[in-house]
Each structure stands twice: as C-alpha cells, then as structure tokens.
C-alpha cells in the first residue's frame, strides 16, 4: 500500500501536456475540478469520462501510474458508494432490509459520486505527473503573487509547497525500508485484529518521525550554506514563464468542455438526470 502512493511524483516527458505553461495548467486543472464537482447528467458523466481518459492518455503517462493512485483510497471510494446505496431514500425501491433500503436513484448516485472522485484525484494526478515540483510551486507563486500586496507571504507559502511535494515519495520509501526492516525482526502488519494492526505500525512511526525530523535539519542547513533568504527584493528568476498558442488552445478547449457539460447536465439518459 505504502509503495502504491504517487502523490507529489514527476515523470518527465515531452508530452503536450508537460510543455504547457505551470500557471496555465494550475488554471486548467483548478477549472476542470470545478467542472467535475457540478456535473449531473449520466451524460456529462460519460463525457467528463472520456474527456478525462484522453487527458491521461495525452500526458504519456502509464495507465498503471494512474491506477496506483487510486489505490490507496479504494476503500474510501468503495465506502462513499455503499454509504449512499444504503441510506438513499428517494426513488423506488428495489430491495429493503432491516432498516436499509436500495432504491434506484441511490444506486446512481452512488456511482456518480464514485466515479467524481475517481476523476478529481486522476485530473489531479496529471498536474503534479506532468509538472515538476519547482515548476509547480514556481507557477502557484506567480499565481498569487498578487496578494504580496496585502503582505501574504506567497513565496513562503510556495516553498512550503514545493518541500512538501518533494518529500512526499522520499518519505513513502522511508516508511516502506523501516517497515521491511520491522518486517525483518518479526514484526507483522497484514494479520491481526484492527487493534494489533495499530499497535504494530507504531514502531513505524517513531522511527518515521525521526528521519522525518534529520531530513529537516539537513534540508535547513543546506539552504543557509547557499545564503537562501526568501523572497528579498531584487531577487532574479532563473525560469522564466511565458504563455505560448497552445496554452491559449488549451484554455479554450477547457472552455468549450464547460459549455458541453453545462448543456448535457440538461438531458436525461435512461430516465435519470
């Protein structure tokens, strides 16, 4: 499960995807979530599927990788659908036990839900794939470096970002060597109670913490040896951004994406809206 985590990986690549601008793509995918959150028809569904597909495919990244993501969230997925099965009480109902009804408006909605989440955290996926962590955090503080005015620290903020996003799969293969090593020394983590399950990952954790704790003081003293000192004035940029015809292209794809869904949420498929 450990191993199954990709949040905050970069694969390289020479994909449409990968050569747009950091800003653009931040809008893009910020938009896109949107879109998904206020999609309602089983046609925008089917349409926001594809179009999402097409991305995945478009970044040049393997479809495992996009699998892997999902992995670790299965059972909050699964556990959104079943929440929404049992406890649906509009439409007819197609089965009832004890105090559980099964309607079918409840099975569609469980499904729309789980198929929202699967495509917010896919969509998601393929910004931080196809964008490297400097150039992601570099694109958010551009973003924002509007509210520098109202003294928002948004360099800070960036920073923060990008360390974290960085230390993400340094810390998921820090969690998989102690837990081989636990493993090792007899510990067992796959049988069990939930309670001794528990009990076995916390001689994971303090050493966790620990490493967590040296990679920080390293990381601090790496940056004063190299004079680091925020965002002071006068400080150069050494990428710099600029919006090209295919960000444009992109952004008035996305567009023309918003405007079919705002008209397929209006149609019904197979009686459901």
Same mark, same amino acid.
């Given at each position: 499960?450990?191993?199954?985590?990709?949040?905050?990986?970069?694969?390289?690549?020479?994909?449409?995807?990968?050569?747009?601008?950091?800003?653009?793509?931040?809008?893009?995918?910020?938009?896109?979530?949107?879109?998904?959150?206020?999609?309602?028809?089983?046609?925008?569904?089917?349409?926001?599927?594809?179009?999402?597909?097409?991305?995945?495919?478009?970044?040049?990244?393997?479809?495992?990788?996009?699998?892997?993501?999902?992995?670790?969230?299965?059972? !909050?997925?699964?556990?959104? &659908?079943?929440?929404? !099965?049992?406890?649906?009480?509009?439409? =007819?109902?197609?089965?009832?036990?004890?105090?559980?009804?099964?309607?079918? =408006?409840?099975?569609?909605?469980?499904?729309?839900?789980?198929?929202? !989440?699967?495509?917010?955290?896919?969509?998601?996926?393929?910004?931080?794939?196809?964008?490297?962590?400097?150039?992601?955090? &570099? &694109?958010?503080?551009?973003?924002?470096?509007?509210?520098?005015?109202? $003294?928002?620290?948004?360099?800070?903020?960036?920073?923060?970002?990008?360390?974290?996003?960085?230390?993400?799969?340094?810390?998921?293969? =820090?969690?998989?060597?102690?837990?081989?090593?636990?493993?090792?020394?007899?510990?067992?983590?796959?049988?069990?109670?939930?309670? $001794?399950? !528990?009990?076995?990952?916390?001689?994971?954790?303090?050493?966790?913490?620990?490493?967590?704790?040296?990679?920080?003081?390293?990381?601090?003293?790496?940056?004063?040896?190299?004079?680091?000192? &925020?965002?002071?004035?006068?400080?150069?940029?050494?990428?710099?951004?600029?919006?090209?015809?295919?960000?444009?292209?992109?952004?008035?794809?996305?567009?023309?994406?918003?405007?079919?869904?705002?008209?397929?949420?209006?149609?019904?498929?197979?009686?459901?809206?």
């Amino acid at each position: 499960m450990i191993t199954d985590i990709t949040l905050g990986q970069y694969f390289p690549g020479n994909s449409l995807l990968h050569k747009l601008d950091p800003r653009m793509k931040i809008v893009l995918t910020t938009m896109y979530v949107v879109v998904l959150l206020v999609m309602k028809s089983a046609a925008s569904c089917l349409f926001l599927t594809v179009c999402t597909v097409s991305i995945m495919v478009m970044s040049g990244i393997p479809m495992r990788m996009y699998v892997r993501s999902l992995k670790p969230l299965w059972f !909050i997925i699964a556990f959104t &659908g079943v929440f929404n !099965i049992l406890f649906s009480s509009s439409g =007819e109902i197609l089965a009832q036990f004890w105090v559980f009804k099964i309607t079918d =408006e409840g099975i569609v909605t469980a499904v729309k839900l789980m198929l929202r !989440i699967v495509l917010l955290i896919a969509s998601s996926s393929v910004l931080t794939y196809t964008t490297s962590p400097i150039l992601l955090s &570099g &694109g958010i503080e551009r973003l924002l470096s509007p509210l520098k005015k109202i $003294k928002v620290p948004v360099h800070d903020f960036s920073m923060m970002m990008t360390i974290a996003l960085r230390f993400i799969p340094t810390l998921t293969d =820090e969690t998989s060597r102690i837990m081989s090593a636990q493993k090792a020394r007899g510990a067992d983590f796959e049988t069990g109670s939930i309670f $001794k399950r !528990i009990k076995a990952v916390i001689p994971v954790i303090i050493p966790l913490f620990i490493s967590s704790f040296r990679h920080a003081v390293e990381l601090a003293t790496a940056m004063q040896c190299r004079c680091y000192a &925020g965002d002071v004035k006068g400080r150069t940029r050494f990428v710099k951004y600029s919006l090209h015809m295919r960000d444009w292209v992109s952004l008035i794809v996305l567009a023309l994406v918003i405007v079919c869904v705002v008209f397929l949420n209006r149609i019904r498929f197979g009686g459901y809206i």
